[in-house]
């Protein structure tokens, strides 16, 4: 598989960081900030959930980030750390309900970091994003948004590859139903 410029600068980013360049840091934390946000705003539902969630995340990474290996790793692995303090937030704001019904009962909008309007279809399908179910909602985000594979989103949710693809075929299932006009 060839790997984009955009990942060869990561890749170089994370090296760099790991030997402690704070420069390569700063500026691998500024590429990767608004990511890892919303991966945990599509995990929570929760605009201040995910800001705490990745806040908490980048911590880990700092701390982490001398002992990953393999910089190609970096994606999976910082969206696996960001998706852990995610359940741990949500897990101790909803006293150890499950993940889902949690979010099921938090109101779920649109998250107030986007930086560009939406203009029509993009706007039904952002809403159709936000009703799918979290894991859901989480494995379209890696997978589409973020172009991880299969292994790359079973690695950062810390699920099989199978439950990847099973989450995805529901998904586009729910998905097409909203944009064809048949809602559930």
């Known amino acids: 598989m060839d790997r984009t410029r955009e990942q060869l600068l990561d890749e170089y980013l994370v090296a760099s960081a790991r030997i402690g360049d704070r420069k390569a840091f700063e500026l691998l934390a500024r590429r990767w900030r608004k990511k890892l946000l919303a991966h945990a705003w599509r995990l929570t539902g929760d605009t201040e959930l995910a800001r ?20 190609r ?55 159709a994003l936000a ?13 589409y948004l ?18 990847v693809k099973t989450r995805l075929m529901h998904a586009r299932r729910a998905l097409r139903a909203v944009l064809e006009g048949e809602e559930r």
Request: hydrophobic share 45%.
């Open 131 to 143: 009703r799918l179910p979290p894991a859901q909602r989480a494995a379209v985000g890696l997978f």
């Open 52 to 71: 705490e969630a990745a806040q908490d995340g980048w911590i880990e990474i700092v701390r982490g980030l001398g002992r990953l290996r393999d910089e």
């Open 73 to 127: 790793a970096f994606p999976a692995w910082a969206f696996q750390i960001v998706s852990r303090r995610c359940a741990r937030l949500v897990g101790r704001a909803q006293h150890d309900r499950a993940l889902a019904s949690a979010v099921a009962a938090e109101p779920v909008g649109e998250p107030e970091f986007p930086d560009e309007a939406d203009p029509g279809a993009e706007t039904r399908l952002r809403a």
């Open 146 to 163: 973020e172009d991880l594979g299969v292994a790359g989103t079973a690695a950062a949710l810390n699920v099989p590859a199978g439950t």
